[in-house]
């Protein structure tokens, strides 16, 4: 993955976040065709994810009945499918050009408090922006990994209007210090194996996002903890949430099964924002509020 960052970054000092957006989608089909061998010859991660569909085949079918579209049935168990075999007739409806903000999912809401939970070096920040414009309140982004924050900073003091605030720490179930494994790309996370400690805290304790009405979560393993840390929050906003829950086979399970018994008002949808195994997002949407 690291190759594919680096190569964005500089796309976007010589051309744009178009030109970038562009570069990304080769760079990801170049890598599907590298792994393209593996439907032959599985790794044992694929093993390891067919070994968990086939054990928790039923319980994947009665949560797929409970998402809210067709389009998410499907994508749904075709992921898991697709994580198993790496064969692409399996992962044909991915969404490349505005991840965590699916056109035919999401909706404005007024006065507009997006949390940006994983802010990595400001990526979906600028998306956000792009699809909302400037008509919002307030942006509050939390990044753990020192060189990425150190990104994030320095494009937010580019943009002095759009209202940002920033926290160099990571979200978590309660208030600490966790290992972290910090690679200065968006696949830093939380590990018992990391090399240094970070500080953590819930999302309930900021002031800032009490008013939340857009959360997106992306932290590498950590979404589910993360998600319970802010139920006063859900409980009282009912904001949409934005999910990713590919980072691991039970995480496609767990974190669904969560949002759905713990928060019944939500619609739930599955959208894939990549041609990979990643980026499988988990949308959360009160159809009474938008």
Sequence with gaps: MGYRNRIAEMIRKWGGVELERKIWYLTMKLHLDATAKYKNNPTSKMKASEQFYRTNIEQIKRISDFLADDKSKQIYQDMFLFRATYDRRYNTKYELSMPFFSADVVRYSANEVFVDIGAYDGDTIKRFIKWRGQDYDHIVAFEPDHDSFVKLEHMLQKHPT?????????????????????????ASCVTQDGTIRIRVAKLDDFTECLDATFIKIITNGGELECL?????????????LSVCISWKDEDMVDIVTYVREKYPFYDLYVRQHSMGADMTVLYAVDPNKY
Aim: proline share 5%; aromatic share 14%.
């Design 162 to 186: 759009w209202n940002c605030s920033s926290f160099e720490l990571g979200v978590y179930s309660h208030s600490g210090e966790l290992f972290f494994e910090a690679k200065d790309n968006p």
């Design 228 to 240: 319970k840390g802010m139920s006063r929050i859900i409980d009282s906003n009912h904001p949409i």
